[in-house]
């Protein structure tokens, strides 16, 4: 079976002044994502919450040394993502890419990365800085609001990416 990906056009896709300001947005999460655990590492108790419940309460404790979890793995995806986006005809996409059509779908695809990379890195930095919280004694969790906007956030950005993709191109359209 031959790989249809190998087919589609391989361009280079400029950034506009969006791209670079959610891209700049991710970075600043990212700094603020390490550099809290970096600031409040000597205030914490040894014993500090790992896991938050759906209702947002602290339900499982470990050494203050589980800190440092959500940097590790926010770096790492945020490294892996943007590195992802510079291949955006290996993505899938809702429609088949041609050559009219691949700048509009891999514009969309890559902008979608971009943006669901700078979201999760501020979620983990809001989850990393409530538990640092939780463990000084100044929150009691999440909040139960967290699940729901996390869940609307990630999803609907998804949907909206998604729902841009599948419009047809107005070129491609006309010539139908």
Same mark, same amino acid.
């Given at each position: ?9 391989? =361009? ?23 550099? &809290? ?12 919450? +790992? ?18 979890? =959500? ?32 700048? +509009? ?10 943006? =669901? ?5 501020? &979620? ?11 463990? =000084? ?40």
């Amino acid at each position: 079976m031959e790989n249809k990906n190998m087919e589609r056009p391989k =361009l280079k896709i400029k950034l506009e002044p969006i791209d670079k300001g959610i891209e700049w947005i991710g970075i600043l999460g990212l700094v603020i994502l390490t550099g &809290l655990p970096i600031y409040f590492f000597d205030q914490l108790p040894e014993t500090i919450p +790992r896991h938050f419940g759906a209702n947002g309460e602290p339900d499982a404790f470990s050494g203050k040394g589980i800190i440092w979890t =959500l940097p590790i793995i926010g770096f790492t995806m945020f490294i892996g993502l943007y590195w992802l986006n510079k291949y955006p005809h290996i993505f899938n996409y809702p429609q088949k890419v041609t050559k009219e059509n691949a700048r +509009r779908l891999y514009t969309t695809g890559t902008r979608m990365i971009r943006t =669901l990379n700078a979201l999760i890195t501020w &979620l983990f930095a809001y989850i990393t800085y409530s538990t640092i919280q939780v463990a =000084l004694g100044n929150q009691s969790g999440l909040g139960t609001w967290f699940l729901p906007i996390f869940m609307i956030s990630t999803l609907g950005t998804t949907a909206y990416f998604l729902y841009r993709s599948m419009k047809k191109d107005p070129q491609t359209a006309k010539n139908n």
